[in-house]
């Protein structure tokens, strides 16, 4: 599974509970770089922004907040979360919980951690698990010894 899918994934899951919660859901069009929902709650629109995590250490889920790629800057962060970018981040990971966390209460702006007390009160109900995916690592290659000696 590529990040992308992975992303995809974790959408959907926000989309499946936000609507199990009675709220309307609407995607933006085109590239946002802040939300990636917009959910009617409480009769308010509020900014959803969607992450997933595959690595775990410890019964704890390293969750990223930030951006990153590219030659933007030195550490290779492009952004780094922000309360007023959104309203609520929701979270999920690779064992299939989740977390809808109101942005005011996210005190990290690279990485949080989930899993333990700090974020407990805003645990949801557990969706899919997804497997975790290797994003830096490939299948090793085969050379063509290997090749043909299973040829024969």
């Not at 309360?83 to 999920?92: I, N, T």
């Not at 064992?95 to 809808?100: A, K, L, M, N, P």
């Not at 994003?135 to 024969?152: I, Q």
Request: proline share 7%; hydrophobic share 40%; charged share 20%.
């Amino acid at each position: 599974m590529n990040p992308r899918q992975q992303g995809d994934l974790g959408e959907q899951s926000a989309v499946e509970w936000l609507w199990s919660q009675g709220y309307c859901v609407f995607v933006p069009f085109g590239h946002s770089p802040d939300i990636d929902l917009i959910a009617l709650i409480d009769g308010r629109p509020a900014a959803v922004q969607v992450k997933t995590s595959g690595f775990a250490v410890n019964d704890r889920w390293s969750v990223v907040v930030c951006t990153r790629g590219g030659n933007q800057s030195w550490n290779k962060i492009v952004k780094r979360f922000a309360q007023h970018r959104c309203d609520y981040l929701f979270v999920l990971v690779a064992d299939g919980r989740r977390w809808f966390i109101p942005s005011d209460a996210v005190e990290g702006t690279t990485a949080i951690v989930l899993g333990g007390p700090k974020y407990a009160e805003y645990e949801v109900e557990p969706g899919r698990p997804f497997e975790p995916s290797s994003l830096h690592s490939a299948p090793p290659r085969r050379g063509t010894e290997a090749v043909k000696r299973d040829a024969l």
